[in-house]
């Protein structure tokens, strides 16, 4: 993490470089105007002798004003360029980040914490990048910049004197940080427990609204925000705290500097023109000092959210290869599964037990089971999204882990059983958002998905833009776009995981009709609890608990009156029960 906000901060060394000098020159201007209206004042004694310097002493003032103005907008230009470039770089970085995780790493963040990490977490870092060069700069500046004017323009003793209620203000700031880090560490867990909360009902407002159940989840959400609502507040008590105990500080500075320079000018050691000028530096002086608590408040936060983002990061990544290494590289899609046996990562229970397959090119594997069986995790591993022993699963002779994550996956095309859809146009869920395929494509895999007529009757054709996860369509047309990908995706083994679960029993014939034609010279495996999906496969498993309890073509496993058999027989009753309905 450390690494990447380095990297980040050195494509704009440039913008920082000019942003630290004209904020230094900036400063530097400051001093001029009480210095020139402490000038003004001395001459008022004398006013018709001094009448022309006076004028003179006004243009300069103005000028000085006016270069501050032009300085001082060349560096919120900087300011505001490095800031929000800072935050897009490291919210791509982040991003894509995300995308190369381990899907069992990725199941373990919820969607209210993910938010928060792209929301609140990098606008923490941000915003303390922002302020540690700009406000960072500016109180170092401040300091030495001032206190060289103030001790030797003025008067050193003046100057030491008016320090000492600072090194209060310093150790205020020591004491009452401690509290603020401790309250906003709190304060940010309860919001990402109201966003987690938030991303749920969101997610499941359609159940809510079914069960009725919406002012009890308006009251659970009111409890939460209640929570945001107090530690928000204690947060902003110690903040208070510490501005007022810092006000307080700077308030006896202008008291020891009235004080103590009324004398210094009754014995002669300053003129009033130079006691008007020190209260005008101390008045600079003041201003970037009331930032430091600001700034370290901001700092501790950053921390937190630094820690947060630091935990993603030491997450380890897929390997990811460069695109034209994976558009070189071609698989065949033989597949051969050896001995395999896997449980998930901190469950002792086996999800697969000694799997033996070998499915060909151009072969038709159909696996059936309950749910819990195994299913999708056999197609989680032939597709690496999780790690197994070497010799387990062999493509084209090859072990899988030897092949590179990414040319394994550019060769597959996996419909999920979620069928997960963008809220975007038809044809970016098709296509995924790439741009080598031609809308006469897109039609065609539309047409074989047998959903190309419901996308006609859509304002605009594959050019409609569809709700969050597809919420404007029917289950059916959500898992037919979603197999639209299989026909337009030129990929060597074809996966469908449950994907005709919504289609009536005619619509899913045709569509695996249309698969048969498609995969004659491909590997494809489909995935289904019914048995008239698989039932035309040249060879069947069926799983229960994790095992291949039986193997065969729909004929072979008839004849067994096993396992099979019973869910034939179940689903024909359920069939004719429906059709004699």
């Known amino acids: 993490m450390k690494k990447v ?9 440039i913008k920082i470089f000019l942003q630290i000098a004209f904020i230094s020159i900036n400063i530097y201007l400051l001093t001029y105007p009480p210095k020139i209206i402490g000038q003004i004042i001395d001459m008022l004694y004398n006013i018709e002798e001094n009448r022309q310097n006076i004028i003179n002493s006004t243009y300069y003032l103005i000028g000085v004003c006016i270069i501050l103005l032009i300085v001082r907008t060349i560096w919120k230009y900087f300011e505001v360029s490095i800031s929000r470039g800072f935050e897009r770089d490291l919210k791509v970085n982040l991003f894509r980040r995300f995308l190369k995780l381990k899907i069992k790493d990725i199941q373990n963040i919820k969607n209210g914490q993910l938010m928060s990490y792209f929301v609140k977490d990098v606008n923490e870092i941000r915003s303390t990048v922002y302020r540690v060069l700009s406000h960072g700069t500016r109180i170092v500046c401040t300091f030495i910049i001032v206190f060289i004017q103030m001790a030797n323009g003025i008067n050193i003793y003046l100057t030491m004197a008016v320090m000492l209620p600072i090194f209060l203000a310093v150790f205020l700031v020591i004491k009452i940080k401690k509290y603020i880090e401790k309250s906003f560490k709190k304060s940010q867990e309860m919001f990402t427990n109201m966003s987690e909360y938030i991303q749920e009902s969101t997610d499941g407002i359609r159940t809510s609204k079914a069960y009725s159940c919406e002012w009890e989840q308006t009251k659970e959400f009111m409890r939460k925000n209640k929570r ?5 507040n204690t947060v902003n008590i110690f903040s208070n705290l510490l501005k007022l105990s810092l ?5 006896m500075c202008y008291a020891i500097s009235l004080l103590f320079g009324s004398k210094l000018v009754i014995d002669g050691a300053i003129t009033i023109g130079d006691l008007i000028t020190f209260n005008g530096y101390i008045a600079l002086f003041v201003g970037p000092i009331t930032w430091l608590p600001t700034l370290i408040a901001r700092y501790k936060r950053a921390q937190i959210s630094y820690g947060r983002l630091e935990e993603i990061y030491n997450l380890k990544t897929e390997k990811i290869d460069s695109k034209s290494n994976i558009q070189k590289e071609k698989i065949n899609g033989n597949i051969e599964i050896k001995n395999l046996s896997f449980n998930y990562p901190g469950i002792l229970e086996k999800a697969l037990d000694n799997i033996n397959i070998e499915v060909k090119k151009g072969e038709t594997l159909g696996i059936i089971g309950t749910v819990g069986s195994g299913k999708t995790t056999l197609m989680n591993l032939i597709t690496k999204l999780y790690n197994i022993p070497d010799g387990n699963i062999l493509i084209d002779g090859k072990d899988i882990n030897d092949i590179p994550t990414q040319v ?13 859809l963008f809220s975007s146009t038809i044809k970016d869920n098709i296509s995924l958002f790439k741009d080598n395929y031609d809308d006469s494509e897109i039609r065609e895999s539309t047409q074989k998905a047998i959903v190309y007529e419901d996308i006609r009757k859509m304002p605009e054709d594959i050019e409609t833009v569809i709700g969050e996860n597809g919420g404007d369509l029917s289950g059916g047309q959500r898992q037919r776009i979603a197999i639209s990908r299989a026909f337009l995706k030129n990929s060597s083994i074809l996966i469908f995981d449950d994907t005709f679960s919504a289609l009536d029993n005619r619509t899913s014939e045709k569509l695996i009709e249309n698969i048969k034609e498609l995969s004659s010279e491909k590997t494809c495996i489909i995935i289904s609890n019914k048995v008239s999906d698989v039932k035309y496969s040249d060879k069947i498993i069926v799983l229960d608990n994790g095992r291949i309890e039986e193997m065969g073509t729909h004929d072979e496993l008839l004849s067994n009156n096993k396992i099979y058999t019973k869910f034939f027989n179940t689903q024909s009753k359920k069939a004719e029960a429906c059709f004699e309905d």
């Open 247 to 251: 006000d307080v500080c700077f308030g």
């Open 5 to 13: 906000i380095i990297d980040i901060l050195k494509k704009y060394k």
């Open 228 to 232: 945001v609502y107090q530690s928000n």
């Open 408 to 420: 394994l996956r550019s060769n597959i095309c996996y419909i999920t059983q979620d069928n997960f």
